[in-house]
């Protein structure tokens, strides 16, 4: 008796927690009803009937990271090419997502392979390695619109690398290699460019302050003559008022002029013209120097005799 009541309970049991039916956050369940779809539960505690209702799948709504092995792609120029994706989606729809497609995730990896074949195949080598935000956008768009009727949605597509052959990668390695080299020479040329210029206008800057400082010097130098020039004047012209105010007679006068036709007689001129006016007071000058001379040589001759 007890037997059966305790293989009664835990049947009772066993039923229960078959019946009562927990989602967690982020997580749909698919229930079926004898084999056909039923519904699908939500977040929280659910109650379904035991060998009657069973959950068909259970959907996580977080979004999905799935990176896709290389594939082998040929450009517009036949160039083959490995390249590889990151796809990043979301189930929206569990119920589609259950029976839209078997197989979901490999269906999302053919779909993107053939997808990057065809955007590849419609672009040269060049432009397939410099446009990949048009690849990835591209890749996006046809994606999202292929895996909507299947209850997912691809949030983004991106080229995660794109390997070229090696004597392609050789070739662009020496043509970037020479685009560097051509770079430094520009940059190299530049720089002598600006020096060169910076020079000559430091020369040009010297030259006109060396210019200016001349220019300078000889203003300086002229005002300076010029007022000696002025000073000398002006102490001729005082010496000439002197001369009137103190009233001298004539013979002061020619002596002035005879001094002055000594210091012109000292200077280097071979022939002179003396006004007749001073003629008579060179004469006289002749005649007392001839007296002075003679009564020099009576003066020697005397003493020579008182010596004897």
């Known amino acids: 008796m ?3 009541l305790g293989v009664l ?9 078959i019946a009562f039916v927990i989602v967690q956050q ?15 539960l939500d977040v929280g505690l659910h109650f379904v009937i035991p060998f009657i209702d069973r959950v068909r799948q259970k959907v996580s709504l977080k979004e999905q990271v ?3 092995n290389p594939q082998p792609v040929i450009t517009k120029d036949n160039v083959t ?12 729809d569990a119920k589609m997502f ?3 497609v078997d197989s979901p995730l490999r269906a999302i990896e053919n779909l993107t392979a053939t997808t990057l074949r065809n955007i590849i195949g419609d672009l040269e080598l060049d432009e397939s390695l410099t446009s990949r935000d048009h690849i990835n956008k591209k890749m ?3 994606l999202d619109e292929a895996t909507d009727p299947w209850g997912i949605k691809i949030n983004r597509v991106e080229v995660k690398n794109i390997v070229p052959p090696k004597d392609i990668r050789e070739a662009m390695e020496k043509q970037m290699r020479a685009e560097r080299e051509r770079r430094q020479a520009i940059l190299i040329a530049e720089g002598n460019k600006r020096s060169a210029i910076l020079n000559a206008e430091g020369d040009k800057e010297s030259k006109i302050l060396r210019a200016e400082g001349n220019k300078q010097e000889r203003i300086k130098n002229a005002e300076g003559e010029a007022q000696a020039i002025e000073t000398v004047k002006k102490a001729t012209a005082k010496g000439i008022e002197m001369i009137k105010a103190s009233k001298a007679d004539e013979p002061v006068l020619r002596l002035e002029a005879y001094k002055a036709m000594v210091d012109v007689a000292n200077g280097r001129a071979t022939k002179l013209i003396i006004p007749s006016e001073l003629q008579g007071i060179v004469g006289l ?3 007392a120097k001839e007296v002075f001379t003679d009564l020099e040589e009576d003066e020697e001759d005397k003493n020579a005799t008182k010596k004897k």
């Open 9 to 17: 309970i835990v049947l009772v049991l066993i039923l229960v927690s």
């Open 285 to 287: 000058a002749s005649t």
């Open 81 to 92: 090419m490995q390249i590889d994706t990151v796809v990043f989606y979301m189930v929206t």
């Open 66 to 68: 799935v990176d896709f």
């Open 98 to 100: 259950t029976y839209g």
């Open 140 to 142: 996006r768009i046809i």
């Open 26 to 40: 982020s997580n749909r369940y698919v229930v079926e009803r004898l084999g056909g779809y039923h519904k699908t």
């Open 2 to 4: 007890w037997i059966y």
